[in-house]
């Protein structure tokens, strides 16, 4: 955080990134002639030759407010702005939540009142009327951007007067509306990138046009397609039509209109071949064959979504997925279009890992669930949390006792959540938390993976589940002052808090995730939301010779366990540590 004086003003401006041709009206290749257009694609007058060019930034800000240190014109006419922030679900144990958590959200809305045109209309000084007596900005504006207002880029930028914009705290959303809300008000309704890929068409793979042009038996090697051109399909690969799987090693055009594909495979994958019938839909499938979790997920964001690639950080997805998820790799067919939510849920579960949108670093960030390997900060409430702030909540609903992996799918036309549909399956258990005087009954989590074949990695995926969710899970919110809160989602904390006690009633620390942080700007801090990773583990070496006896008192070095007595217990009678 940027460390200003208490008595900074602290100020709020939204810029929205409008469209914008880049012609001007009546030159060419423009044609238009009479009343100038407003360079948006609803005004054009001459859409045939539309060109987009830079958009056009407009900043708005709140009436009487201190300005930015800029030189930019802004728009008097921000009324209010509220936000939530995206919050992460942990390897998918939130079965409430979408795999890929809760988009971060925000909800501005603006005073709609006369205006005079100035900035928003390249041909001002050519109209025969003054823009003040004619309607009202948001209503002129909504009328004159009404293609393109939707999946507008929306900033909200946080800061303090006479700062300058590109040191202030950038938040970037997707419009998902901008439009009017009442007689006087403009609203803007905005979600993270991740929209993205949470959009109903992002799909995987996408859907297939093409129908057979006639009807083929259960023998043929060649078939003949209608509806479709040469980029709907793979140059090789696999289709699907029915219940039946077939794979192919080219496909040309044919002269007359259709395509013709030449089947190197019928009924493959474990599906049957059959006859089918004209007009029967010709499906292309996806297939993931032994990739790494980052290899696959890069393929699945840069060919599926409409992310661009700067926000998307390969690198660092592969260095992560290179350290904790070496075990891992995706093998399996996708043989008709999902949602890519949904596909990267699986992944993401599958292989335990989480993902989210960081408003900080406008990325898409990748981490695998994990022990903890290096000293994660302490932080108390005498030096650190807020007063006041701190809210703890438990999700019995959360908690598994018995967790099955299910894998190597026999037919990939079948439904994924079909156990039947899987030829091994691979389980962890914790009978002890089912005994009555525990929980007292099973809580049962399965998890069908398409993409994995490897029973060893089914049982470290069940595994690791069962270690992290056995007793449940457990959330907790806090703030900070804006001084302290430079924390990010997906660090450890350990956290020192006098309501976290043991059964003797000293205080127990324990390590918490990050899954969400909300910067309160106007209140100088960041509430954040942390789940319990104290199952987890930590990843500890035996202490050496040199590092002396165990002291119990906090000055013991991290990530060391020391040897106990006979008794299993350290000095001073505290139980020893365990190896697994």
């Avoid at 901008?178 to 949470?198: F, I, P, T, Y």
């Avoid at 799987?245 to 071949?273: C, H, K, Q, W």
């Avoid at 669930?369 to 006041?388: C, M, Q, S, T, W």
């Amino acid at each position: 955080m940027v460390d200003v004086p208490f008595s900074a003003e602290p100020i709020t401006i939204v810029r929205i990134e409008q469209p914008f041709c880049e012609n001007a009206h009546g030159a060419a290749p423009c044609t238009a002639d009479g009343e100038p257009c407003f360079n948006t694609r609803s005004t054009c007058q001459d859409p045939e030759n539309y060109i987009a060019g830079p958009t056009k930034k407009l900043y708005f800000g709140m009436p009487g407010e201190g300005r930015p240190a800029d030189d930019i014109y802004i728009f008097p006419l921000l009324r209010s702005v509220s936000t939530s922030a995206a919050r992460v679900n942990v390897s998918g144990a939130d079965k409430r939540a979408s795999p890929l958590g809760v988009r971060a959200r925000a909800t501005i809305q603006f005073r709609d009142m006369p205006h005079t045109d100035r900035i928003v209309d390249p041909y001002l000084s050519a109209r025969s009327y003054d823009p003040r007596d004619r309607g009202s900005f948001w209503s002129k504006w909504n009328e004159r951007n009404r293609f393109a207002r939707n999946g507008m880029i929306v900033s909200i930028l946080e800061g303090y007067a006479g700062q300058a914009l590109a040191d202030m705290t950038r938040r970037v959303y997707i419009a998902d509306l901008l439009g009017l809300s009442g007689a006087d008000v403009g609203v803007g309704k905005c979600r993270d990138r991740l929209l993205k890929a949470e959009a109903d068409k992002a799909q995987i793979p996408r859907v297939s046009q093409g129908e057979l042009h006639s009807d083929i038996d259960a023998t043929a090697t060649s078939i003949k397609v209608a509806a479709a051109v040469l980029d709907d399909y793979a140059a090789a690969g696999t289709i699907r039509i029915n219940d039946e799987v077939m794979t192919y090693s080219a496909v040309v055009e044919d002269g007359s209109g259709f395509l013709d594909f030449t089947i190197t495979a019928r009924g493959s994958d474990n599906t049957e071949a059959s006859d089918h019938d004209a007009e029967d839909q010709v499906q292309q499938c996806f297939r993931f064959e032994g990739v790494t979790v980052d290899q696959g997920l890069r393929t699945v964001y840069e060919d599926f979504t409409e992310i661009p690639a700067a926000f998307l950080p390969f690198d660092d997805w592969t260095a992560e997925a290179d350290s904790h998820l070496t075990a891992y790799r995706l093998t399996g067919l996708i043989s008709e279009p999902t949602a890519v939510k949904d596909i990267i849920g699986e992944i993401l579960e599958q292989a335990q890992a989480m993902q989210w949108w960081d408003e900080r670093a406008q990325e898409v960030r990748f981490l695998a669930v994990k022990p903890i390997f290096d000293p994660p900060r302490d932080l108390n409430e005498e030096e650190h949390i807020l007063a006041g702030s701190v809210k703890l909540r438990e999700f019995v609903d959360r908690r598994v006792s018995r967790v099955y992996v299910y894998f190597d799918q026999r037919d990939p036309t079948v439904s994924v959540d079909e156990g039947e549909n899987y030829r091994k399956m691979q389980g962890s258990v914790a009978l002890e938390m089912e005994a009555p005087e525990v929980f007292g009954e099973p809580a049962i989590r399965k998890v069908y993976a398409r993409f994995v074949d490897s029973a060893a990695v089914a049982l470290e995926t069940s595994a690791r589940i069962l270690a992290r969710y056995k007793e449940g899970s457990r959330e907790i919110t806090f703030a900070l002052s804006d001084r302290d809160a430079d924390l990010n989602v997906g660090e450890i904390v350990f956290l020192h808090l006098r309501r976290i006690q043991d059964a003797s009633g000293l205080v127990a620390v324990k390590s918490w995730i990050i899954t969400s942080r909300e910067v309160q700007h106007r209140q100088r801090r960041a509430v954040y939301t942390a789940e319990d990773a104290t199952l987890a583990g930590v990843v500890s070496s035996i202490a050496p010779d040199t590092v002396g006896d165990w002291q119990g008192d906090g000055s013991d070095p991290f990530g060391v366990l020391f040897i106990s007595d006979a008794a299993g217990l350290l000095p001073g009678g505290a139980p020893g540590f365990n190896i697994n």
